[in-house]
């Protein structure tokens, strides 16, 4: 017995009859989702401008940039350091970066094509492809597809992986060519797989180690689980083909991370963020103990290191156990939403399948190595995000198939959950760019519930109508499914809006990309002629948060070099090394647009 039509049928037949023979020419489907990625990004520009970076990540992500655009992994330590000194940046035995290297190569691609955004949405690009190819070889093409738009319209329009330089996309490309790689490895054992599987296995070494390696232990050991149960010849044809690619793949990159942690730190086994690590005094892991204070040269880095770290987390049971739950609460909010997270609860009728037991150890996993670390940021979970998007498409797949007494109650939900999670993103968009006083945002806010009531009894009295008429019982017109469409359409819209009035941290959106930060001091010292020298002075009350002394790789070179006041410690030796530069002191704690010759009478406070 088919199901009885539902609300908006033929239309949304139509539409997945038409998206499905699109989704079945698998390489159109990916080139499509990459493409549209970019285009559509970039039609949001006018009002999401390039982003300025702001956060002290972004600009050590910068800085590794702009070393791999000159050809050098890493920059020789500068003689005057103490006043460049800065957060998530070492100074010796190097000068560089703290973070591996991955997405410091991506913005060094998109700083040789012009500007280092380029190679964020790239990445970006790159990833929404790398989950479709992904789910491609889990799930039919049409849901593997549909999974790709989803994770573009989640997290690749909005969110601060777009709109910053903190990365995400690179570690959750990784992620998808290893998940990808795999059942592919299984049914059809290739070499290029293997291949593919190695690769993405590199990028998580250099994007994000450590998640990586909770990542990668249980897929990697079921493929070499499976490739010694297979039978004697079978096996050594599985190792040759196989195991061999793979294996020097992972060579390759264990060499190159040796030869740049050896660039970086003097070590091939001393990692870069193990000498930032030797500053930091809190504890990493939940169970360790705050190390003894360390004395610093500058007021910005006691202030971070000794008052904004440890306040933190506080090592104990209740502080453990109030991390896990903010980690898990953020999660939910950033890559899921009330929407995504209703495919989850068919997880039981998913564990039937061996396959799907692994994905679900494989996530217990890596969220057990995210929860016991202290810190946490969305884009440290990226790798989970791959395989969490992959039981949601496998649980939306099982939840299409439900009937329930002729109905395809299952299907109606989830082009429910496809309509919410298509229109949530551009509807937090539209509140964006709306001015803060706008009367028509004004008067919807206040009449919510009425606007929420007028399409659904509209709904109702058309399906009514539309069933009571004889006309309509053997075969409904086109334009009841199309009205249908509307409204439900308009329903789930208004739902979207009343969520984000409610709750408006609860999407992945970024809303702060003018915000200036150094631009406009760049701005004023561009457009004069000659070298600059720009001495930061800070307030006794300034937020470590918010630092402003970054520099280029080539810091003698740059037309612009800023350094840090340090009390008690004399400038002297910085003018005299900068000597045929001008001098600029720039106070941002008063004024963080302007900066002003620097001269006797300002040279102390």
Request: proline share 8%.
């Amino acid at each position: 017995m088919l199901p009885k039509p539902g609300l908006g049928e033929p239309l949304f037949a139509r539409m997945e009859h038409a998206f499905a023979h699109f989704a079945r020419n698998k390489g159109a489907a990916l080139a499509a989702i990459g493409g549209f990625t970019i285009l559509a990004r970039l039609a949001l520009l006018p009002w999401m401008p390039v982003p300025q970076p702001k956060v002290h990540d972004e600009f050590s992500y910068l800085l590794a940039a702009d070393t791999f655009a000159h050809g050098r992994l890493a920059n020789p330590p500068h003689p005057l350091w103490i006043f460049f000194d800065t957060f998530h940046v070492i100074q010796h035995p190097s000068y560089a970066s703290m973070y591996p290297p991955a997405q410091g190569m991506v913005l060094a691609l998109g700083k040789v094509l012009g500007n280092p955004w380029i190679g964020v949405l790239l990445s970006v690009a790159a990833m929404c492809m790398a989950i479709t190819w992904m789910l491609q070889g889990w799930m039919p093409p049409e849901w593997a597809l549909l999974g790709g738009v989803l994770t573009l319209f989640r997290v690749g329009l909005f969110s601060y992986w777009t709109n910053s330089y903190w990365g995400g996309a690179v570690a959750a490309t990784g992620a998808a060519l290893v998940l990808g790689a795999l059942p592919r490895i299984w049914e059809q054992q290739r070499p290029r797989d293997a291949v593919i599987f190695g690769v993405g296995a590199g990028i998580l070494a250099t994007s994000r180690p450590m998640e990586g390696v909770t990542f990668f232990i249980p897929l990697g050991t079921a493929l070499v689980w499976w490739v010694f149960r297979q039978k004697s010849d079978a096996r050594r044809a599985c190792v040759k083909r196989l195991l061999l690619p793979l294996a020097a793949i992972l060579l390759c990159v264990a060499g190159f991370i040796a030869c740049y942690n050896w660039r970086v730190t003097g070590s091939p086994i001393v990692f870069p963020h193990f000498v930032e690590g030797r500053m930091i005094r809190t504890a990493i892991f939940l169970w360790q103990q705050d190390k003894p204070p360390i004395p610093y040269a500058n007021p910005q880095f006691d202030d971070f290191y000794h008052n904004f770290l440890p306040s933190l987390y506080q090592p104990s049971w209740a502080a453990a156990e109030g991390q896990i739950e903010w980690k898990l609460t953020d999660f939910w909010q950033f890559y899921l939403g009330p929407a995504l997270l209703i495919p989850l609860f068919a997880l039981p009728w998913l564990l039937k399948e061996p396959r799907n037991r692994l994905l679900l150890f494989q996530a217990a996993l890596s969220a057990f190595g995210l929860g016991i670390v202290v810190y946490y940021h969305a884009h440290y979970a990226a790798p989970l995000m791959v395989t969490i998007f992959l039981l949601v498409m496998q649980g939306m797949r099982k939840l299409h198939g439900w009937v329930v007494r002729g109905h395809a109650v299952g299907a109606a939900l989830t082009r429910l959950i496809v309509l919410f999670s298509l229109l949530i993103g551009p509807v937090y968009f539209a509140h964006m760019i709306l001015p803060e006083s706008n009367v028509l945002r004004d008067w919807m806010h206040r009449h919510f519930s009425l606007l929420l009531a007028a399409p659904v009894v509209a709904l109702v009295t058309l399906k009514l109508g539309s069933l009571l008429a004889p006309q309509f019982r053997a075969r409904r017109p086109g334009w009841i499914a199309a009205c249908e469409f509307l409204l439900l359409a308009g329903i789930v819209l208004q739902i979207c809006v009343i969520q984000r009035n409610s709750y408006p941290d609860n999407f992945a959106f970024v809303d702060d990309l003018s915000e200036p930060f150094r631009k406009p001091v760049e701005q004023q010292l561009a457009a004069l002629p000659g070298e600059h020298l720009v001495v930061v002075r800070y307030s006794k009350d300034h937020n470590s948060g918010e630092e402003y002394v970054y520099n280029e790789a080539d810091i003698d070179r740059a037309k612009n070099v800023w350094a840090r006041e340090i009390p008690g410690l004399d400038l002297s030796p910085l003018f005299n090394y900068f000597r045929n530069r001008d001098v600029w002191i720039y106070e941002p704690d008063e004024d963080d647009s302007v900066v002003r010759p620097y001269s006797a009478e300002n040279a102390s406070k």
